[in-house]
T-cell receptor
């Protein structure tokens, strides 16, 4: 099973709302990632969790708050977002942080977020 | 700072033709990945290239890596409509945020009958 699942598939929220994106994998992967992808652009890394600890934060605004409750789950909490935060949010996982083991990242289907 | 450049960014080809997509990167790395993305969908891993001279083939797609030239190619043989998608190369960043991937801008491939 090489599946990464994400919920919800679509999300519309106002600028004052609080919402969460969820990501799950059952491949035993110990590294999980959040990416943001704007239309017709490549994915941009936001956060990396390695062994349930935040290892990379690519200078993401604090209105995005990641959480890794256990090795299979990754959340992204959203609060006071701006319209320019509208994008496809992709979760990915890999067996380990890429430099250690030679494997690719597996991507989930994404959550399409619209901020009004 | 690692930069990854793909060309062309747009490619319209006829079925049955061959073409190559190029991926250049600016600093040392010996790990390069190719992904495919269909419209509105997620990224699908195509190839993982882990050493100089690596060549991998899957169906009508073949990818290669020349780490000395900092160049990877994705060659399409006898294109079919099903190959229409956006193709991204991604290079592992050794500096700064180690282990993360830097993506090229993508090549949008359209295969026409």
């Amino acid at each position: 099973d090489t599946e990464v699942t994400q919920t919800p598939k679509h999300l519309v929220m106002g600028m004052t709302n609080k919402k969460s994106l969820k990501c799950e994998q059952h491949m035993g992967h110990r590294a999980m990632y959040w990416y943001k992808q704007k239309a017709k652009k490549p994915p941009e890394l936001m956060f990396v969790y390695s062994y349930e600890k935040l290892s990379i934060n690519e200078s993401v605004p604090s209105r995005f708050s990641p959480e890794c409750p256990n090795s299979s789950l990754l959340n992204l909490h959203l609060h006071a977002l701006q319209p320019e935060d509208s994008a496809l949010y992709l979760c990915a996982s890999s067996q380990d942080h890429l430099r250690v083991l030679q494997e690719t990242q597996y991507f989930g289907p994404g959550t399409r977020l619209l901020v009004l | 700072e690692l930069k990854v450049e793909q060309n062309p960014l747009f490619l319209s080809m006829q079925e049955g033709k061959n073409y190559t997509i190029y991926c250049n990167y600016s600093t040392t790395s010996d790990r390069l990945y190719w992904y495919r993305q269909d419209p509105g969908k997620s990224l699908e891993s195509l190839f993982v290239l882990l050493s100089n001279g690596a060549v991998k083939q899957e169906g009508r797609l073949m990818a290669s890596l020349d780490t000395k030239a900092r160049l990877s190619t994705l060659h399409i043989t006898a294109a079919v409509h099903d190959l229409s998608a956006t193709y991204f190369c991604a290079v592992e960043n050794y500096g700064g945020s180690q282990g993360n991937l830097i993506f090229g801008k993508g090549t949008k491939l359209s295969v026409k009958p």
